[in-house]
């Protein structure tokens, strides 16, 4: 068993800053690569940023210049620094982790429940 906590949402004015965390406990093996995505409003969910174990990190374009994700790989946790944030960032956000329970598994991709992100005057 496996769960993705995250936490850090919140309201927020246009300009401002989070940092999102999420916490990975469980029986865990190994973590492989981690990502954020969100979820809009009647929108689709979409990929924000991905880290690797060696810290290697990729961002979509919304949000490059702007969010910085980062990883503790001895605490099991990875964090989003979401700054110069805008209205168009108001999103539910999601942890996603690839994850080896035992060392003879293959890697599963697990899911955080989200917190909420609004970014509003």
């Known amino acids: 068993q496996v769960q993705l906590v995250e936490s850090g949402g919140g309201l927020v004015q246009p300009g401002g800053s989070l940092r999102l965390s999420c916490a990975a406990s469980?029986?865990?093996?190994?973590?492989?690569?981690m990502r954020w995505f969100r979820q809009a409003p009647g929108k689709q969910r979409e990929w924000v940023a991905t880290i690797s174990t060696v810290g290697t990190t990729n961002y979509a374009d919304s949000v490059k210049g702007r969010f910085t994700i980062s990883r503790d790989n001895a605490k099991k946790l990875v964090y989003l620094r979401m700054t110069s944030l805008k209205p168009e960032d108001t999103a539910i956000y999601y942890c996603n982790a690839d994850v080896q329970t035992i060392s003879t598994v293959p890697l599963r991709a697990y899911w955080g429940q989200g917190t909420q992100v609004t970014v509003s005057s």
């Open positions: 469980g029986s865990i093996f190994s973590i492989n690569i």
